[in-house]
């Protein structure tokens, strides 16, 4: 398995980041993308993945709630860090319209921006999206074609939002909303209409620490070693292999960012 979302530059793990990353690698997760929210967060990703290498690797990109600190759509600095070879996709880019902590015409502007640049670097794209689906797809549909790849991260949308998106040819991230007795309902559903070779798993740590986790842990912050359980769930409602699930995703993964599988196996 690749866990295709993990914030470790979060504060939340400052006190035991590498304990973390061990207990990723005991629990059968075979790689880490560390996602960049920000120029800053970017930087500190990539350093990161450097100090796991061929385990961990990184995005670069600017969230639309850091929308706001950007005046140079060029992005110099999110180039920059591209042509680093830990560098997998541009992201995390999109729009929010739940939170509004960025104007939304400057959420739009820089979303454009790094779906101009992923086109211009072939690089896949790694995507937000919340409360703004018909102004992300506007956005989206004129460059899909341009781009190499481009996943919508932390699905959570409707069964027409999910046509859209297959629609468009993206794939889809999956987290442990999906164990999520309340919330989760639909989204059990939906997975089911997810083609295998569309479908990527991710924990979005330290956020949406799966709700069914038996015994329940003593901290509510989510971590890479909870992956194989969200992928058994999701194998639970599509009715699949849990192994099997856990091999195609992790192909699908490999490929989506093109990484080497003997970096993935460890080898």
């Keep these: 398995m690749i866990d295709i979302g993990v914030n470790l530059t979060n504060s939340r793990f400052d006190k035991d980041r590498e304990a973390v990353v061990s207990r990723a690698q005991a629990a059968g997760v075979h790689g880490l993308i560390l996602t960049g929210t920000s120029v800053e967060e970017s930087q ?18 600017v969230h639309p709630h850091d929308a706001k600190s950007v005046q140079d759509l060029t992005l110099p ?33 820089v979303f454009e921006a790094q779906l101009a640049l992923a086109a211009e670097l072939q690089m896949p794209v790694f995507m937000h999206c919340r409360d703004a689906h018909e102004r992300f797809m506007a956005i989206l549909a004129p460059w899909r074609d341009k781009l190499p790849a481009a996943v919508l991260h932390c699905f959570t949308g409707t069964e027409a939002e999910l046509k ?8 889809i991230g999956i987290t442990g909303w999906v164990c999520d007795e ?30 069914d986790l038996r015994p329940k842990p003593k901290s509510s912050r989510n971590e890479p070693q909870y992956l194989p359980h969200i992928t058994q769930v999701i194998a639970a409602c599509r009715e699949q292999d849990a192994g099997a699930l856990m091999c195609q995703t992790t192909e699908t993964a490999r490929a989506f960012f093109a990484i080497p599988a003997h970096q993935v196996d460890g080898e």
């Design 44 to 61: 500190q990703a990539l350093a990161m993945a450097r100090q796991w290498p061929g385990y961990c690797f990184s995005t670069a990109g």
């Design 77 to 109: 600095a999110l180039r920059e860090l591209a042509v680093a070879p830990e560098v997998v996709a541009i992201g995390e880019c999109g729009l929010d319209f739940n939170r509004d902590f960025s104007p939304r015409p400057q959420q739009e502007a």
């Design 164 to 171: 859209d998106c297959l629609a468009l040819d993206l794939h």
């Design 182 to 211: 309340r919330r989760g309902t639909e989204l059990r559903e939906l997975v089911r209409l997810i083609p295998d070779n569309r479908l990527m798993v991710e924990t979005d740590c330290p956020y949406l620490l799966p709700r």
